[in-house]
C-alpha cells in the first residue's frame, strides 16, 4: 500500500502548482510534455499535491483546462493528489464541473481536489468572451451552493435542479445499486483576499491563499477565515493552504534570473504586452524604466528565490507567522528543467518520502 505523499522534516505539507511552462522557444507540446515530467517528479519525491491553475489567452501557460491535464496526469502517476487550483467557476457551468470531476474521482478515489476561483484568469475581452457578461461577485456564491448540491446529490426540498443529477456521482449509485464513492473530489476555496476568506469559513471547506499576487494580504483573510469558520459534514476545523512563487537551484544567481522571467512576465501582463516567459538574457537586457524596474524588482523579492537553504528558511519564517498546515510552491519561469530541479532540492533539503 502506498504511504500518504506529504512526510519528511518541514513543519507543513509541500504540494506544487504549475501554469504549463511554456516560455519563449517552446512549443505548446513541449509545455505540456514539461508539466508531465513535473507532476512525475513532485509523485515521486513525496509532495503532497499537483495543482494547475486555468489561464485563457496567454503565450506562457499551455494548460488552460486543468482537468483535462488531470485526467492525463492520472496515469502518469502514482499517489499525489491531482487537481486544478483552480476551476475559475464563473467561466463554466457548475453542473459541468460536477460531471467533470465525478468522473476524475471515478478514475483516482481519494487523489481528485477542486480548487474554486472567481478570478477570469486572463484579461478583460477574453473573460467577456468566457463569461458572456455575468458578474462573478453576484454569481459565485450561488454558483459554489449549485455545484456542491450536484456534486453531493443534496439540493433542498424545492430547489430547482433537484431533479437534475451530475453523472457519475451519489444518484448514479444509488440506481445502480451499488456503494457511492466515499470520498468525491476534496473542495477548496481559492482566493487572496477576505471575501475568499469569509465565504469559505461559512462553508466549512478547507482554504488555500494565492500569496503570488502581488500585496495580498494573508495575515488578515487567515485571521477572518480561522474566526468565522463555521464546522460542516466534511471539515471540523480549519484547514490551510498558501501557495507562494519559488525559484530554486544550487546556485543563487540562476535562482534570481529564474524568478526574474516571471516577474518580467507580470509586468508584460500589467503593461497589456503579454504574458510571455522570456529567456533571462533578453529580460537582463529590458531597458526598464524606473517604474517598471521597481515592479520588476518587488516581484522578484516576492519569488522565493535562492538556494534550498535560502528559500526553506523564507519558508519557515512564513509558516511562523501564518502557522498553515501547508505550502504549495508555485513554480513558473522560463526554464521548465530549473523549475523541475528546483522541487527536487526542497525535497532532498526537507527529506520528503521518496516512492
Do not use: C
Not at 467561466?91 to 465525478?102: C, I, K, R, W, Y
Not at 519564517?317 to 522541487?343: K, N
Amino acid at each position: 500500500m502506498q504511504s500518504e505523499p506529504g512526510g519528511g522534516t518541514a513543519p507543513f505539507a509541500l504540494s506544487v502548482l504549475a501554469g504549463g511552462g511554456t516560455g519563449v522557444g517552446t512549443t505548446a507540446q513541449d509545455g505540456l510534455a514539461s508539466t508531465i515530467a513535473l507532476a512525475q517528479t513532485a509523485d515521486a519525491l513525496g509532495y503532497r499535491r499537483f495543482w494547475m491553475s486555468e489561464h485563457h489567452g496567454m503565450g506562457a501557460t499551455s494548460v488552460s483546462s486543468p482537468p483535462l491535464m488531470v485526467a492525463h496526469l492520472i496515469a502518469e502517476t502514482t499517489r499525489i493528489h491531482l487537481g486544478a487550483g483552480g476551476v475559475m467557476l464563473p467561466n463554466h457551468s457548475p453542473l459541468l464541473v460536477a460531471e467533470q470531476f465525478g468522473m476524475l474521482d471515478a478514475l483516482a478515489p481519494g487523489r481528485i481536489d477542486l480548487g474554486l476561483g472567481r478570478a477570469p484568469g486572463t484579461d478583460g475581452a477574453t473573460a467577456a468572451a468566457l463569461r458572456q457578461g455575468a458578474d462573478p461577485n453576484d454569481s459565485f456564491p450561488q454558483q459554489v451552493l449549485e455545484l456542491l448540491g450536484f456534486l453531493g446529490d443534496d439540493f433542498p426540498p424545492g430547489h430547482p435542479y433537484g431533479s437534475v443529477h451530475a453523472v457519475p456521482g451519489p444518484w448514479q449509485a444509488t440506481q445502480n445499486r451499488v456503494p457511492a464513492s466515499a470520498t468525491g473530489p476534496e473542495i477548496w476555496m481559492l482566493g487572496s483576499s477576505p471575501y475568499s476568506a469569509k465565504l469559505a469559513a461559512q462553508l466549512g471547506r478547507p482554504y488555500a491563499f494565492a500569496l503570488q499576487f502581488g500585496d495580498a494580504d494573508i495575515d488578515t483573510a487567515l485571521r477572518i477565515y480561522r474566526e468565522e469558520f463555521q464546522p460542516s459534514e466534511v471539515l471540523a476545523a480549519p484547514r490551510t493552504i498558501v501557495s507562494v512563487p519559488a525559484a530554486i537551484s544550487e546556485d543563487p544567481d540562476q535562482a534570481r534570473r529564474q524568478a526574474a522571467t516571471s516577474a518580467m512576465a507580470m509586468l508584460r501582463m500589467f503593461t497589456r504586452k503579454g504574458y510571455l516567459l522570456l529567456p533571462p538574457e533578453e529580460v537582463e537586457a529590458y531597458p526598464a524604466t524606473t517604474q517598471e524596474r521597481q515592479i520588476l524588482d518587488a516581484y522578484i523579492g516576492r519569488t522565493f528565490h535562492g538556494t534550498p537553504a535560502t528559500v526553506a528558511e523564507r519558508l519557515e519564517s512564513l509558516h511562523a507567522r501564518t502557522d498553515v498546515d501547508e505550502v504549495m510552491l508555485v513554480v513558473s519561469g522560463h526554464s521548465a528543467e530549473i523549475d523541475r530541479r528546483g522541487i527536487e532540492l526542497i525535497a532532498d533539503h526537507y527529506a520528503l518520502s521518496r516512492s
